[in-house]
């Protein structure tokens, strides 16, 4: 299959030269690409952000190749390998680290997968620490001329390979709040919106004013469909669009409010009528 799209997803940044020279070698090879770049702006060597990051672009991407590089283990005895999913209508190349196994599973699951063993389609190369230039792009850009995959490499079991590093909610009992959930927070946004490991279908069972448990902090937020619907100054659960909660403001970051980061615990309980003497709000006097 000749494909004419491929999207780039990386923790290179855009200040050195590693992207340029990654779509370069691409398209010296396979001219007619059309490159997307769904990120460069992965946190260095943060692979479960990076897997996070393309499962929830994944299902937006074009058919063709895509090559997603956060690889720590760079030059080690990891594998470099490639993922055939959709029926051939996608090829997902990457180190087998778990970075790319949650978009495969977004995608409908592995069908096929290969080593990117052979070295007769990878760049000669004065050292091992740039597979992205080396192995990747030119193993991407004889997919995108029509080169079969079973040509890149021997196949391997899809079932022994690296799993993903998603998070899972869980119920939670506590003796001063309830039954509720623990979740976690997978992703802040430019805006400071902190995205959950839960959905609107998880707290589907609790009403829509919830108790929100950070630690030693308790706040109460509602469950909105915007962030408009959120009162000012106050905090709210959007539901975003991917389909997930998160903690939002209104024209002002969660995040930073709540001192809230990547990983960190929250638990969800259903907010009751009685008094909260646990509760903390934060009040601020404006001139």
């Known amino acids: 299959m000749n494909f004419s799209h491929i999207a780039l997803l990386t923790d290179y940044g855009t200040d050195d030269e590693f992207v340029g020279v990654l779509k370069s070698v691409i398209l010296d090879v396979a001219p007619h690409a059309r490159i997307t770049d769904i990120s460069h702006g992965v946190a260095p060597f943060d692979v479960r952000s990076g897997s996070l990051m393309l499962a929830r672009a994944i299902q937006y991407v074009p058919k063709g190749v895509i090559i997603a590089v956060v690889d720590p283990g760079v030059g080690t005895s990891r594998r470099a390998i490639a993922i055939e999913v959709a029926g051939g209508e996608g090829i997902l190349l990457g180190p087998d680290n778990g970075l790319l196994a949650p978009a495969v599973a977004m995608a409908g699951g592995a069908e096929r997968a290969f080593e990117l063993s052979n070295v007769s389609l990878h760049l000669e190369a004065p050292g091992a620490t740039f597979a992205g230039r080396d192995i990747f792009a030119p193993v991407a850009a004889h997919l995108m001329n029509g080169g079969r995959i079973e040509d890149v490499g021997a196949q391997l079991d899809v079932d022994a390979l690296m799993p993903g590093l998603v998070p899972l909610p869980s119920d939670v009992n506590d003796d001063a709040y309830g039954v509720g959930v623990k979740c976690e927070v997978t992703w802040v946004d430019t805006f400071g919106n902190c995205q959950l490991n839960i959905g609107a279908d998880d707290v589907a069972h609790m009403p829509t004013a919830l108790r929100i448990v950070l630690g030693d902090d308790v706040r109460r937020a509602t469950i909105v469909r ?33 001192g809230l980061g990547v990983t960190d615990e929250v638990r969800l309980f259903p907010y009751g009528d009685e008094a909260d003497t646990a509760m903390t709000t934060r009040v601020g006097i404006r001139k």
Do not use: E, N, W
């Open 226 to 258: 915007t962030y408009a619907d959120i009162p000012a100054g106050a905090l709210g659960l959007v539901i975003d669009s991917y389909g997930m909660l998160a903690l939002s403001m209104d024209r002002a970051s969660a995040a930073q409010s709540l």
